[in-house]
């Protein structure tokens, strides 16, 4: 009986990274070829690009034509990263994916590790990071409170400092592909489909070439998606406030009730009232906000929208 080879493929999103592409090929091919050697599978690169506006959808079909392992998928605008990985991992046709970023910043060099770990019977496969020290003071603090904050509330937490870096076997992949919602938490969803999940360790370097494409804006745009993706608590803490709010509103108007009977009616000061007012007034608005988060976001799953487009297939035949 003739038994076929496993297939690898490795998905690198893309948006504008012309400058980046080229360097991180060039890393990345020597490193499957000594792999695919060692431990006789068959690979491929999908490179998705999400809708740049420079030049890394011509940068893809250059290299297609040079290494026919190279694939790519041109997406018809910016869908953002977690669309663009979907797509991927939805056109990935291999035994076992790899999804990497294309900044360098993740070593291809640990890709044989998670290979060996998903040869020895691991579903998934996933990159920690061990130390962030070229990350920015700010951005490593408020990085570790929002997974603390994340784990705390969500139903299956996720590794601190893990990102999208990770190998999955077709089993996760299918299950990850059976979600659909419109807002992709990536991370949550690879945490939330389970599976045998091995780690791989390695520290964080500088990224190499290009410039990164998040802000701390949208950053904190992503991580409110994560965490109303995956828990309802900050819906169900206003129940909470509001019982307390009402309790104490409850006590102190038994208090007033009590003072006038006893000691006769006082004026209140009207900064009192200001304060109140404008107090529960923030409060309503605020929990009014957190209700219009789900909102909009059950009215993006109505719609049932494509979560991408795609415009063009390189070399997938």
Request: hydrophobic share 45%; aromatic share 12%.
């Amino acid at each position: 009986m003739i038994v076929s080879p496993k297939i690898l493929s490795v998905i690198v999103p893309l948006f504008n990274e012309e400058d980046s592409i080229d360097h991180f090929l060039q890393v990345i091919i020597p490193i499957l070829e000594s792999i695919a050697s060692k431990y006789t599978i068959l690979w491929n690169i999908l490179a998705v690009d999400d809708g740049s506006t420079d030049h890394t959808a011509q940068k893809i079909r250059r290299w297609v034509q040079q290494n026919p392992h190279v694939q790519g998928l041109v997406l018809s605008r910016n869908f953002g990263k977690e669309a663009a990985l979907t797509a991927g991992l939805a056109h990935a046709d291999a035994d076992a994916v790899i999804v990497i970023d294309v900044d360098m910043q993740d070593p291809p060099s640990i890709m044989e590790e998670m290979v060996r770990h998903w040869l020895d019977g691991a579903d998934m496969v996933v990159g920690v990071r061990s130390a962030r020290e070229n990350d920015t003071r700010s951005k490593r603090l408020t990085s570790n409170l929002y997974y603390k904050l994340y784990n705390k509330i969500a139903q299956r937490p996720i590794p601190a400092n893990a990102g999208d870096f990770r190998l999955m076997s077709r089993s996760v992949v299918s299950a990850v592909l059976q979600l659909h919602e419109r807002n992709r938490f990536m991370k949550g969803i690879f945490s939330w489909v389970g599976f045998k999940t091995e780690y791989v360790y390695f520290e964080r370097a500088e990224r190499q070439h290009g410039s990164t494409k998040w802000n701390y804006w949208k950053l904190f745009n992503f991580g409110i998606d994560g965490l109303t993706s995956f828990s309802t608590l900050p819906l169900r803490i206003w129940t909470y406030v509001g019982l307390l709010i009402s309790m104490f509103a409850f006590s102190y108007g038994i208090w007033i009730i009590f003072r006038t009977l006893f000691f006769g009616e006082v004026v209140k000061g009207f900064p009192t009232i200001m304060v109140t007012i404008l107090f529960l007034g923030g409060l309503q608005l605020f929990s009014f906000g957190i209700l219009g988060e789900y909102i909009g976001r059950l009215y993006q799953e109505v719609k049932k929208r494509p979560l991408y487009i795609i415009k063009e297939k390189i070399n997938m035949e």
